[in-house]
């Protein structure tokens, strides 16, 4: 029988890594990411997400439809918790806040933003190579809120895109050599 450090440690660990996988996972919906979305899940995993139930390759699918229209997209997850009925299984509950801007359609500059605020169920397990990743999901719904907005940002600074053109990528791709200044400067790629 382990020790109950051991175990401790044990959840310790596997509440860091289902944490990081659901972090990884809002970046790379929000970022259009799909390969990275895909690699959260196991590849028999099933998602209960609102209207669409399935696979992970029909949620993508179902993703890119949804997120074509968008112009903005951040998810917010918090309050996670994990359970572990079993070393390799983690229950995990987590909330999510999703604002969701649509691309502007009007002269007038009005967009449409939709707020979701949800919470996760997700089971998840461990892959062969140990790493955690969500087996299944089921989003539940608690508020869903649609309104008018004014994209008011300042044309200065740097701007956040839904693809390979966020800045993100460059501060990934250039590691430990990165700078800010590279953006003031005008060095961007």
């Not at 990081?20 to 899940?41: G, H, I, K, N, T």
């Not at 190579?129 to 089921?138: K, T, Y």
């Not at 008018?148 to 940002?153: A, I, M, P, T």
Request: aromatic share 8%; hydrophobic share 35%.
């Amino acid at each position: 029988m382990p020790r109950e450090d051991q175990v401790e440690r044990s959840r310790v660990d596997v509440t860091t890594a289902v944490t990081d996988c659901l972090y990884r996972y809002a970046r790379a919906v929000d970022r259009c990411d799909w390969d990275s979305v895909r690699a959260c899940y196991h590849d028999n995993a099933f998602d209960h997400h609102g209207a669409y139930q399935g696979g992970v390759d029909g949620l993508i699918e179902d993703m890119k439809i949804r997120h074509a229209q968008l112009d903005s997209s951040v998810h917010f997850i918090t309050n996670v918790l994990v359970d572990l009925p079993d070393p390799y299984v983690a229950l995990v509950e987590s909330y999510c806040l999703c604002y969701l801007r649509r691309r502007r359609q009007e002269v007038s500059g009005a967009q449409q933003l939709t707020t979701v605020k949800c919470r996760y169920l997700d089971k998840f397990t461990p892959d062969a190579r140990g790493r955690w990743r969500i087996a299944s999901r089921m989003v539940v719904l608690d508020e869903v809120c649609v309104g008018e907005v004014q994209d008011s940002r300042p044309q200065a600074g740097a701007r956040s895109e839904r693809d390979q053109k966020d800045p993100l990528w460059t501060f990934l791709d250039r590691g430990a050599d990165w700078n800010s200044e590279d953006y003031a400067s005008g060095v961007e790629a």
